[in-house]
């Protein structure tokens, strides 16, 4: 037993923050502009991130879910307004599926309430959404047949939808023939790929609350009232000091949620990620809640990055169901679940 | 990174496992009953006897020199088989470990390591508690001896104790940190008297207050120096905070297990809102599981003394606090008469903000140490 990052983890994580603080939006305004997010894009698109989930010649993945949930946290962290969730869960996807590698940038389609994935009976595609979809064409869903669920692709529409002004969703676009490829995807399968996303899904809001801790503490040493700067009052104090603490507590669950994807049986992979996600989540909204707080009449602002942040966090809690339902899988793990 | 064990760890973890199957003393949970006090020195004998207790100290003082993660493995298998959890002492080998000179250490650590000796933290008194540093026991020198005259309070293990670490003012001049200084005193001699206090769930056995009029110490027994007794106290403290050297994690999953067990058997007979606050339990519990393993893999790296054990304090406060009203909403309270153990761990809970500095001393720490945050 040993959960440190490994050097190489390490110096992953380092080149993701450079990437990250360089290029990713600083301020309300400079998200979505074209100039700098092709520039990200790109520079992640190099870097190969993510790519991490598709499979090498046996089938495994080319790194496993810690380096992914090294980037997805940094992403957090930096409000990185290009796509990681949905393109790597569509190369795990495709991985698991045995399919060939996409020609296009794609990600997944989920039901919307984004609970889980989109499996479509009858070609019928209007009530599902494509998640983080900023620069993808595609998406990939599963199609129900009688022999099993297969891997298909849809095409993405145009419009974004979504509260999250770092990560857009988007609507599907005309339902095409859903041609299906590669081998039916087994409920273990659907168990690993599940796990996945959760523990992505919670390493992204750990880099949230890291980004809404510091951008609010940044604030509170600056900001004065009654000739003091408002950090040194102690109700500032303590609210800070919780959500840091949270966020703590959320880095040591995801942590092992993300060794958990790789290293246990998918049923407990599912119990460690739906541990870590109903941890998470009940964090994340409050430390966001917290920046808010702490920004005063600003952090009600648009232009306050605090409910970006607390956006980004709403988001990635619905991926595969918030505090909630992940406490209905945690209750289901121990065997008392209804 | 890897949360799995090792082959060794694995070995030890089965070997383990085993001894706990004829070994087992099978005591009722530490926080909600004196019979657990009672038979806890004989278990303390027992696990280190078989080489499960003091797993990370050096071999000369009686520990297993092994790395810090086969404690919290200790842990893990003590809930498993519903054995008491390990004796919590850590924090006082790290701050003699840390501060104490050779003779102090030679003298001292086997003994408290071994169970043979016994031992209670003169820290707080009643008009020193969050502010620790106001301490009023004073120690002046006579020939070889200091003599001690003070008042503690909350002092835990008082009535057990052979030996206690106390706090004392051997200076009234200089600035209050720097006149205070630690002594081992030996609890049974005719200058002190200590006399149990009632916890608010009934418990006898967890705390005291000890008056100590012109008892002796030989000087000898000062660790560090005089004035460095602060020094001393805030390592202690640090580790006081920490789960991985208490050792909680087998007390809150040993508890998790028992109500879990009890919805298990009788599933049509809780509500859905009775369930959910076990489920928010088990997940803390669970979060302070993995939480332990990272911060003793950390030590790998080597020890520090450092504020994170206030971090570590708030999340084991939280879980602790959740466990104890998942345990009242599970375990109800036998308003009729009958077993009242599910309200006296919901009572004992209530402590765990307030003992080894309470939670707003532990966020004023996380604010200024960690976070940087201006002092008002
Ligand atoms: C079960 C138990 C076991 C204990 N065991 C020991 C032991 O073995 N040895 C030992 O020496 N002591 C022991 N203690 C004592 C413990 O360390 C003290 O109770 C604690 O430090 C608080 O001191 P106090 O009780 O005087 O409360 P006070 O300091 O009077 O605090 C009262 C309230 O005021 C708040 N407060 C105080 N100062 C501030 C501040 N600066 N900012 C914000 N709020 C503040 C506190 O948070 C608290 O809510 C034990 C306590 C308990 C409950």
């Keep these: 037993m040993d959960v440190r990052l490994s050097t190489e983890q390490q110096a992953l994580r ?58 997805a946290e940094e992403f957090g962290r930096g409000l990185a307004d290009v796509s990681f969730l949905g393109p790597t869960m569509a190369a795990e996807l495709r991985r698991l599926a045995g399919a060939a590698q996409s020609e296009s940038a794609e990600t997944v389609a989920f039901t919307s309430d984004l609970s889980s994935i989109a499996i479509a009976a009858d070609g019928q595609l209007s009530s599902f959404v494509a998640i983080d979809a900023s620069g993808c064409s595609r998406a990939l869903l599963l199609a129900a047949r009688s022999d099993g669920n297969f891997l298909a692709e849809v095409d993405v529409a145009s419009d974004e939808v979504g509260l999250d002004l770092t990560r ?21 399968d659907l168990m690993r790929w599940t796990a996945l996303g959760l523990s992505l899904t919670c390493a992204d809001l750990v880099g949230i609350m890291q980004g809404a801790v510091q951008l609010s503490t940044d604030y509170a040493s600056q900001r004065r009232q009654y000739g003091a700067p408002i950090g040194s009052f102690q109700a500032m104090q303590h609210m800070l000091a919780d959500a840091f603490v949270m966020m703590e507590g959320s880095r040591s669950v995801t942590l092992h949620a993300a060794w958990a ?42 232009e306050c990055l605090a409910h970006v942040y607390l956006r980004r966090a709403l988001l990635s809690s619905d991926i595969f169901g918030g505090a909630g339902n992940s406490l209905d899988r945690v209750l289901q793990h121990y065997g008392i679940g209804a | 990174m890897d949360f799995g064990d090792s082959p060794e760890e694995s070995e030890f973890r089965l070997r383990l496992r085993g001894w706990l199957q004829g070994n087992n003393p099978g005591l009722p949970t530490s926080s909600t009953d004196d019979d657990y006090w009672k038979g806890a020195a004989a278990w303390h004998r027992s696990l280190f006897g078989a080489g499960f207790f003091g797993m990370s100290w050096p071999t000369a003082i009686g520990g297993q020199g092994l790395p810090s993660v086969y404690d919290v493995i200790v842990d893990e298998e003590l809930a498993a088989s519903g054995a008491p ?113 009632r916890m608010i769930n009934g418990m006898t056995k967890e705390f005291g207050e000890v008056a100590f009029n012109e008892a002796r110490v030989p000087a000898v027994n000062m660790i560090g120096g005089p004035g460095e007794g602060w020094r001393l106290a805030m390592t202690i403290v640090s580790h006081e905070r920490e789960p991985g050297e208490l050792g909680y994690v087998a007390r809150y999953t040993k ?50 003394h450092g504020p994170e054990g206030s971090v570590d304090k708030l999340l084991m406060t939280w879980t602790e606090q959740s466990l104890g009203h998942a345990a009242l909403s599970i375990g109800g309270i036998a308003h009729g008469g009958g077993d009242d153990t599910a309200l006296n761990t919901y ?26 945050l201006p002092s008002s």
Excluded at chain 2, 268 to 294: C, K, N, P, T
């Design chain 2, 85 to 197: 959890p390990r004796p919590s002492l850590g924090y006082l080998v790290q701050g003699i470990l840390e501060h104490g000179n050779e003779d102090i250490q030679a003298r001292f650590l086997p003994g408290i390591i071994s169970g043979r000796e016994r031992w209670c933290q003169g820290f707080s008194e009643p008009d020193a508690g969050s502010d620790l540093a106001s301490l009023r026991t004073r120690a002046d020198r006579q020939g070889d001896d200091y003599v001690i005259t003070g008042h503690k309070v909350w002092t835990s293990y008082s009535d057990d104790a052979e030996w206690c670490l106390v706090l004392a003012r051997t200076d009234q001049e200089v600035a209050k940190h720097r006149g205070i200084s630690a002594f081992v005193v030996p609890m049974h001699q005719p200058g002190i008297e200590q006399r149990p206090l």
């Design chain 2, 347 to 372: 009572l004992y809970s209530r402590a765990q903000s307030v003992m080894g500095g309470t939670s707003q001393i532990q966020r004023n720490l996380v604010a200024g140490r960690i976070l940087g």
């Design chain 1, 168 to 188: 857009p969703s988007s609507t599907l676009g005309s339902p095409a023939s859903l041609e299906p490829s590669g081998r039916s995807i087994s409920d273990d």
């Design chain 1, 14 to 71: 380092e080149s993701v923050a450079r990437v990250v603080d360089q290029l990713a939006p600083h301020a309300v305004g400079e998200i979505g502009n074209a100039e700098r997010t092709s520039k990200l894009d790109a520079a992640v698109a190099s870097s190969g991130w993510r790519e991490l989930r598709l499979g090498d010649d046996q089938g495994d993945p080319l790194a496993t879910g810690v380096e992914a949930g090294i980037i």
């Design chain 1, 261 to 302: 994807v790789d290293a246990l049986h998918p049923r407990d992979a599912v119990g460690a990620a739906s541990v870590a996600k109903a941890y998470c989540a009940r964090a994340a909204r409050d430390v966001c809640e917290t920046a808010i707080q702490v920004h005063g009449g600003i952090g009600n602002t648009w």
């Design chain 2, 255 to 304: 508890v998790v297990n028992e109500l879990t067990r009890r919805v298990r058997v009788n599933p049509s007979g809780f509500r859905e809102d009775q369930v959910r606050d076990l489920g928010w339990a088990i997940v803390e519990v669970e979060m302070l599981r993995l939480h332990v393993r990272r911060r003793l893999s950390d030590r790998l790296n080597g020890i520090s």
